[in-house]
């Protein structure tokens, strides 16, 4: 039909429009020290982490492609839906908040962008299973990634809210307390991942929360924010084996599932 054509077109051209913005903000001007300053918080990770980002941009790269085929098509339409869209236009505008300081601006948008993320997340894994390989490298990890990306963002967007969390390079015992909180909140959501539809345990968003919370072990050096990074991170990063061990072992046939789509 006409409409799906052009609703393909779109997310050709909203992606296009991501990807040059993501580039810009890479190779542009950079912002001012003290911008990056005013940015950094007790829970900033190491820039290493954004690699996850430009895997996000590969992955949906390979979706606006594979939309067009046979293959992905209810998935692409009735799946995702215009919710590709609106999410790229979401993201794009948090990240040129983010960028000039706009912090709790970002934050109102980062929150849209993970309810439109999460949407077709929960969305795809309940109601469009994967039936081939395409299907999951192409249409379910590319919003598994972002979707994992992106509540991470929204923890560490929150820090940046609250000009206490940086105005020392010390931090103060309720500096520390919160900071803890937020790290188990983001392992408790990697758990979740892994055991709320434990027929569909998404491996995917549970490691990405798991490299994020490594990339904060390596950016801190208060040893209590530090150290409670790194448990955190193995944590998060080992948990999603116990799905591979129960596929191997076979003991529960409810739980012998795919781990992704």
């Known amino acids: 039909m006409a409409s799906h054509v052009f609703q393909k077109i779109v997310n050709v051209l909203v992606y296009l429009f991501f990807l040059s913005a993501t580039v810009y903000s890479v190779v542009g001007p950079s912002p001012s020290e003290g911008q990056e300053q ?10 290493w982490i954004e690699s996850v980002w430009s895997l996000v941009h590969v992955l949906l790269g390979g979706f606006v492609i594979y939309q067009w085929f046979d293959a992905a098509h209810e998935a692409a339409i009735h799946g995702v839906g215009w919710h590709f869209a609106i999410s790229v236009l979401l993201n794009a505008a948090w990240l040129a908040l983010i960028r000039t300081g706009h912090y709790i601006i970002g934050f109102f948008f980062v929150l849209l962008t993970a309810a439109s993320v999460s949407f077709v997340f929960y969305r795809l894994a309940k109601e469009f299973p994967s039936n081939n390989i395409w299907d999951k490298i192409f249409v379910h990890a590319p919003f598994s990634l972002w979707h994992g990306w992106i509540v991470y963002s929204s ?4 820090f940046q809210m609250f000009s206490t969390f940086r105005d020392s390079a010390t931090p103060n015992v309720w500096h520390i307390i919160a900071v803890i909180i937020g790290l188990l909140f983001l392992t408790s959501t990697a758990i979740a ?9 998404d491996v995917t968003g549970a490691l990405v929360i798991g490299l994020g919370l490594i990339a904060i072990f390596t950016n801190q050096h208060d040893a209590w924010i530090k150290y409670t990074a790194l448990a955190t991170g193995i944590l998060s ?25």
Not at 155 to 158: A, D, E, G, L, T
């Open 155 to 158: 923890v560490i967007n929150f």
């Open 193 to 201: 991942y892994v055991e709320v539809e434990k027929q569909r345990g």
């Open 237 to 261: 990063l080992l948990y999603p084996l116990r799905l591979v061990v129960i596929r191997m072992t076979g003991r529960n046939s409810n739980e012998n599932a795919p781990l992704l789509g």
């Open 38 to 47: 005013e940015g950094s918080t007790f829970i900033t990770p190491s820039y």
